[in-house]
């Protein structure tokens, strides 16, 4: 394979990992929420306001993107949010596999200077 493919599954992973950020956000308020509002409001809640945060200082075509640090900062804590919600809603296998597919990604993204 050359590096541009690779870079190129690189970029595809990350996307996958930003999405399955969204659906262990929702798992976990689904899980954990008592009653039926409160599972209904922290499972859709809480990944909206996760797309609300990364829209404006994650995304790569944002205004207010946050760079070098602060977006690392941003990843680490969106992405390990996620894989501790994973551990919160019973499934700490999704957690430990979520962080390192989560961790390999994000070492070759800055390695890359994706």
Same mark, same amino acid.
């Given at each position: 394979?050359?590096? /541009?493919? =690779?870079?190129?599954?690189?970029?595809?992973?990350?996307?996958? #990992?930003?999405?399955?950020?969204?659906?262990?956000? %929702?798992? !976990? %308020?689904?899980?954990? @929420?008592?009653? #039926?509002?409160?599972?209904?409001?922290? %499972?859709?809640?809480?990944?909206?306001?996760?797309?609300?945060? !990364?829209? #404006? =200082? @994650?995304?790569?075509?944002?205004?207010?993107?946050?760079?070098? +640090?602060?977006?690392?900062?941003?990843?680490?804590?969106?992405?390990?949010?996620? /894989?501790?919600?994973?551990?919160?809603?019973?499934?700490? +296998?999704? @957690?430990?596999?979520?962080?390192?597919? /989560?961790? #390999?990604?994000?070492?070759? =993204?800055?390695?890359? @200077?994706?």
């Amino acid at each position: 394979m050359t590096a /541009t493919v =690779l870079k190129g599954t690189n970029l595809a992973v990350a996307f996958f #990992i930003e999405l399955v950020a969204l659906v262990a956000f %929702g798992y !976990w %308020g689904f899980v954990v @929420g008592q009653g #039926i509002v409160a599972k209904i409001g922290l %499972g859709i809640g809480v990944p909206l306001l996760a797309v609300v945060v !990364w829209s #404006i =200082l @994650g995304a790569p075509r944002s205004k207010h993107r946050l760079q070098g +640090v602060g977006l690392l900062l941003l990843r680490l804590l969106v992405f390990g949010s996620a /894989t501790v919600a994973f551990f919160f809603a019973g499934s700490p +296998v999704l @957690g430990v596999v979520f962080g390192l597919v /989560t961790a #390999i990604n994000l070492s070759l =993204l800055y390695a890359w @200077g994706q």
